[in-house]
């Protein structure tokens, strides 16, 4: 076995064209024989301590590399003309001060060298030289290619550089044989100049998969990266000699250079880089004179305490010591002052800042400082669930802004801290079961049918992966095992499933150092221009930078706004933070479902869930964040926790001292805080030592649990609990605390989800004006909020450009639409055409006369340069109908007028802007008029579908009107792609206009079709196959009311209608088509309203049992001790409700015994397909069928 160490190589985070998964590419190479292992990916850094922990795991030396882009230009150079050459160089860190270079270096190339790809220049490279080790790289690398050019002289003075600036000793000349003509045309050359200058030669394979058998993989994923497919693919590597190759091949291939693969060897001795894991790289915070870090927070808490209790009792001041001590222990103080401070900068510039999120919350510090808002005493929540002294790691405060403000609080905190100091987090999109099939589908160009019958196949729910569903699920399998086509699509699929796909930012975290972040880790821009981290959020933190999670929650901008329309309009000052905790009106609409806006509360799941709870304040709506998870759906526990709040069900505790940690969640341990304090309270635990068991039971570590049983059961004993008691008591914890939620987090969402609510009941027209201003840009949102809004009896009025202000405000109990929401226009205009009628109307105030605003069209064009599109797009929204109507003519006149309004307007601002002040005041001029063309006005249809284009909704009418009663019995559109996948192959009712209508011909030359079908609210697509098409065709013409009766199909990226029927809605509304079906029907049906209310379908055909072909009369799903994890739970859940029936289910946990049986909401209808599916999830003999 010949020595060897590949130093050229690429991981999947050669995002572009890589498919080595990491651990099994060390696997691999352990396998070979090799002892050492660089990566080398493409311009980026992300693999860097995945491998660096994997080698080390698996006894292999992790050399850290990059393949850099070398650029002859000034960095910040952007070549438009795209004729750049980009020629490739290895880098390789030879010590932790080469890794730091390496990371500035990839830095410079991700940053102010990023232009189509990173890059680097010489002057760079020099810069950072130090502690690296440079290869020549491939055929596109400098060298080779000055030798591919037959320039000579450049070769060697390329070769003279690298000696110059890495010394002889750290630049080698890298030999390639993939069997290219262009390597074998340098090979000698390479050589000879090699020998002449006295550098190394080293072999490499620029390899970018596992295996020779893997080609064929990696070239699916070029052209899932390229748009391609595999029968017209434009870009692919020449042959399938791009693997991960023995020593003894690569002996083979450098026969006549045997020191090429020696020098690997010797390379990979020198290379010894080092993370260090556990230090911390907090940034000190600058505190006043006098003070320190520790001194300055507890002065801060101590002028808090009288702010925020009127009684300071012991236990708030032992709550305070304690905490402080342990803050100070740590070393933390720094960090609480930190987060205290961009939190009150937030608040100095009005960026609204939630009560708090996740464990922060149960701090009686972050309490008194500000950073939270929820006294952690009055709610019970726990400080060691945050800050856990016996398990030693940075503390995790999650705080939540206003969608608006939080680039404002990221700058801020760049100024405060250096911009080099701050960054956002990278995070990685995978290629997950389903998705990927579809990819690879594409790519094979495979019919759509058919991808998507495989493709609906793979059961649903986290972690369930494409081995899984082979070995389990049997239609899959036969469709594997028959069909050639379908066994090459999931090889292919199987190969690339779990790759990273594509890189993307975090949605709330961010990291600052005491250093430049890029000492310790390598950084790129995100897409909106921030620095961000080249590794993951786990990483970053495990290196020691300081994480925090800062997110942009628009209803915390929602809330504000609402509150600053309810002063203006009202003059009411509502202090959002001192609401009554019990309010009659909010928890009436609650009941009766009325939540379209509530933070939290919007899907029809959760609606559900609250009708059925009934919450009487706020306090019943923090179990309702815990509960609406799919684990306490999945398993019975929302159920049998509403059961024993309406005293339907008994509630009874195993031991008295359970009942003051239970009572308030009716018996049933619904928080990991109770967990927590059942270990204390009956096992003996320290706090932090329970919060510990907590972790230990919610990842199902079976061998920390035998232990911790045992010392729960002795603690137990101690306080003359019996052992069976005490065993019962630890079953319960263990299999509820994988649904745990942690109730810091359920208090404080569920605080904004009353301060939601209550703002909705009592002030509805100012709650939905903030709400459409904070979607206007989304028109599915905006049509949804706009439909409740008429449905609640809200008039929403149209824009116009003397009423309207730049986002939607309040008129005497209607809603004005803002003019930044109209097409064409934004922010920027709209502030402009607000700010120059504020300046007319001020004028026309001191002049004595009638304050108007914009009097014509010209005006508006004089006073705001506005464009020709942005005002056409205003008079068709019937932005200027008021001036229309006060020159006598009609909405058609003053569109055609815009093109000469806009020229004299143009002039007219020119021309003021260059008259000297006060130099024709007293002479009159000529006032500019405008002729308008004697066009005919539009008719209703082209009026409304100008509103409709501009706005996103209608103004003048809408065509649905006519049959809005009727329509209350058809499923809402938004519902449906809001929920699709709760409503996969179900059947519904839809009504609505044709929006949009597009024909195809089949394979078969039969005609078909696919209809944009849009109602009040939203648009779904509607595909009407050919066997229906001929009979419906006339009726799907664009502007056409139809009822359609049809079958959903759901996946993860879209809901679509296929269609079964369709009539024309004015003859369903006047009676003159009857469907009796349609008839019969007295409200539309809402899956998750039948699965809560105990509404149970008659039994279907498909409910037969896999065995006999009869319907089964019962299933029985045996959990063992692997399928107890949340993960499980969710999927468990998912096929449960996707194939409700009337079929009951029990769980049965064998590990212990308990029987649970589920509510109606998680019966099914026993098809082969769920029986398939749980088959799959939990195994073949796990899931026991009862026959009737």
């Not at 972690?463 to 050639?484: C, H, I, M, Q």
Request: hydrophobic content about 40%; aromatic content about 8%.
């Amino acid at each position: 076995m010949t020595p060897f160490v590949h130093l050229h190589t690429h991981t999947e985070y050669s995002l572009f064209d890589g498919i080595s998964r990491i651990k099994d590419l060390v696997a691999y190479v352990k396998e070979l024989g090799q002892e050492a292992l660089a990566i080398t990916d493409h311009g980026v850094m992300y693999g860097s301590v995945y491998l660096y922990k994997e080698a080390l795991k698996q006894g292999i030396k992790p050399i850290i590399g990059c393949e850099v882009y070398v650029t002859e230009r000034e960095l910040g150079a952007q070549d438009l003309g795209g004729k750049e050459k980009l020629r490739h160089l290895i880098l390789l860190a030879e010590t932790n001060e080469g890794y730091r270079n390496l990371s500035k270096l990839d830095t410079i190339a991700n940053t102010v060298g990023y232009w189509r790809k990173p890059r680097v220049n010489r002057a760079a490279i020099a810069q950072y030289a130090d502690g690296l080790i440079a290869l020549s790289a491939c055929i596109n690398g400098e060298l080779p290619q000055a030798l591919l050019a037959g320039d000579e002289a450049k070769a060697r003075e390329i070769i003279e550089w690298y000696i110059q600036t890495f010394g002889r000793e750290n630049y080698f000349i890298e030999l390639q044989d993939h069997g290219l003509p262009e390597e074998k045309a340098v090979r000698e050359s390479l050589i000879a100049l090699a020998r002449e200058y006295g550098v190394g030669i080293v072999a490499t394979n620029d390899f970018h998969y596992i295996q020779r058998e893997d080609a064929g993989a990696q070239n699916v994923r070029l052209c899932i990266s390229t748009g391609q497919t595999l029968d017209n693919q434009t870009f692919k590597f020449a042959n399938d000699e791009y693997y991960c190759k023995s020593g003894d091949e690569m002996a083979a291939l450098f026969s006549d250079v045997p020191e090429a693969l020696s020098n690997t060897v010797a390379i990979a001795e020198r290379c010894q880089v080092d993370f260090v894991f556990g230090e911390h790289h907090l940034p000190a915070f600058q505190v006043p004179e006098g003070f320190t870090a520790q001194t300055y927070l507890r002065k801060l808490c101590e002028e808090a305490l009288p702010t925020r209790y009127d009684v300071i009792s012991n236990e708030v001041r032992e709550r305070l010591e304690y905490e402080l001590g342990i803050i100070e222990s740590m070393g933390f103080s720094d960090y609480f002052l930190i987060v205290m401070d961009f939190i009150a900068y937030a608040r100095s510039q009005d960026i609204a800042v939630g009560p708090g999120r996740g464990s922060a919350a149960g701090s009686i510090v972050a309490y008194l400082l500000g950073i939270t808002n929820l006294d952690p005493l009055v709610h019970g929540l726990l400080f060691e669930r945050f800050l856990n002294p016996e398990r030693i790691s940075m503390p995790d405060i999650d705080t939540d802004i206003g969608y608006k403000g939080r680039a404002d609080v990221i700058d801020y905190l760049a100024r405060k801290y250096g911009s080099e100091h701050v960054a956002q987090i990278i995070t990685f999109g995978t290629m997950a079961a389903k998705a990927v099939v579809r990819d690879v589908g594409r790519v094979m160009n495979l019919p759509y049918p058919d991808v998507d019958r495989i493709a609906k196949m793979i059961p649903g729910g986290p972690g369930v992966t494409l081995a899984d569903t082979l070995a389990s699920v049997k239609e899959f399998r036969t469709a594997y095992d028959s069909e050639p086509q379908i066994r090459q699509l999931i090889d292919y699929a199987l190969a690339l499933e779990g790759l990273s796909r594509h890189a993307g930012t975090h949605a709330a975290g961010i990291v600052i150092s005491k250093d430049p972040v890029a000492e310790h880790v390598p950084l790129q821009k995100s897409a909106d221009d921030y620095l961000q981290t080249q590794y993951e959020k786990d990483t970053v933190e495990e290196l020691g930078l300081l994480k925090m999670d800062l997110l942009g929650l628009r209803n915390l901008t929602v809330i504000q706004e609402t509150v600053e329309l309810i002063r203006n309009n009202r003059g009411i000052i509502v202090d959002v933070d001192h609401l009554p905790e019990t309010d009659p009106e909010t928890c009436a609409m609650l009941c009766e479902g009325d939540t379209v806006g509530v933070f939290q509360s919007e899907s029809s799941g959760f609606t559900a869930l609250l009708k059925q709870l009934r919450p009487e304040g706020f306090a019943d709506l923090i179990p309702m964040v815990a509960l609406y998870r799919p684990g306490p759906l999945g398993s019975g526990m929302a159920e049998d926790f509403i059961r024993r709040r309406h005293g339907d069900a008994q509630v009874e505790y195993l031991h008295p001292l359970l009942e003051p940690i239970l009572k308030e969640t009716f018996g049933v341990i619904l928080y990991q805080e109770q967990v927590m304090q059942i270990s204390s309270v009956l096992g003996g635990f320290t706090l932090g030592e329970a919060d510990l068991l907590r972790r230990a039971m919610g990842k199902k570590k079976e061998d920390v649990l035998m232990a911790q049983r045992d010392k729960f059961l002795a603690g137990a004993e101690q306080k003359g609990i019996p052992t069976m008691i005490a065993n019962h008591v630890f079953d319960q914890m263990v299999y509820f605390a994988g649904y745990g939620f942690n109730k810091s987090h359920s208090a404080c969402y569920g605080l904004i989800a009353w301060q939601t609510a209550y703002l909705k009941a009592h002030y509805r027209p100012e709650f939905m004006a903030a709400m459409m201003s904070s979607y206007k840009e989304n028109s599915d949102k905006l049509s949804h909020y706009i439909a409740d809004c008429r449905l609640h009896g809200i008039r929403v009025l149209g824009p116009d450009i003397n009423q309207s202000a730049v986002d939607f405000t309040v008129e005497k109990e209607a809603i004005r639409f803002g003019l930044s929401a109209v097409k064409n226009v934004g922010d920027g205009l709209a502030e402009a055409i607000v700010k120059a009628r504020e300046n007319i109307l001020q004028e026309e105030q001191a002049k004595g006369d009638t304050p108007v605003g914009f009097r014509s069209l010209i005006d508006l064009a004089e006073h705001v340069a506005v464009n020709k599109r942005a005002a056409e797009s205003l008079v068709r929204a019937g932005a200027m109908d008021h001036l229309a109507d006060a020159e006598g003519i009609h909405r058609a006149q003053i569109y055609e007028a815009v093109p000469e309004a806009i020229r004299i307007g143009t002039t007219e601002r020119e021309n003021a802007n260059s008259l000297q002040t006060g130099l024709f005041d007293n002479i009159p001029l000529a006032v500019p008029t405008l002729t308008y063309l004697n066009v005919p006005a539009w008719d209703l249809a082209t009026l409304l579908a100008g509103e409709k284009e501009t706005l996103g909704f209608y103004v003048s009418g809408h065509p649905l009107s006519p049959y809005e009663e009727i329509l209350r019995k058809a499923t809402p559109i938004y519902e449906l792609r809001e929920n699709g996948e709760t409503y996969d192959q179900r059947k519904v009712w839809i009504g609505g206009t044709v929006t949009a209508l597009r024909r195809l011909l089949t394979k078969r030359n039969e005609q078909m079709g696919f209809a944009t079908v849009e109602d009040f609210g939203a648009n779904i697509e509607v595909v009407v196959f050919p066997n229906l098409w001929e009979d419906v065709a006339a009726l799907l013409a664009v502007d056409a009311a139809v009822l359609i009766d049809g079958r959903t199909q759901a996946n993860e990226r879209e809901t679509k209608i296929i269609a079964q029927a369709v009539y024309p809605l004015e003859l369903v509304a006047n009676q003159t088509v009857v469907v009796p079906e349609w008839n019969a029907m007295k409200s539309a049906v809402i899956p998750d309203e039948a699965q809560t209310t105990g509404t149970t379908p008659q039994a279907s055909e498909s409910e037969v049992s896999l065995a006999t072909g009869r319907v089964p009369k019962a299933i029985d799903l045996h959990i063992d001790a692997a399928h107890e994890g949340v993960s499980v739970s969710q999927a468990l859940a998912t096929i449960l409700t996707t194939h409700h029936g009337t079929i009951p289910v029990t769980l049965i946990v064998e590990r212990t015994g308990l029987t649970v049986p589920m509510n109606e909401a998680y019966y099914i209808d026993g098809s082969r397909e769920v029986i398939t599916q749980l088959q799959a999830l939990l195994g073949n003999t796990k899931v026991g069928i009862k026959e009737a």
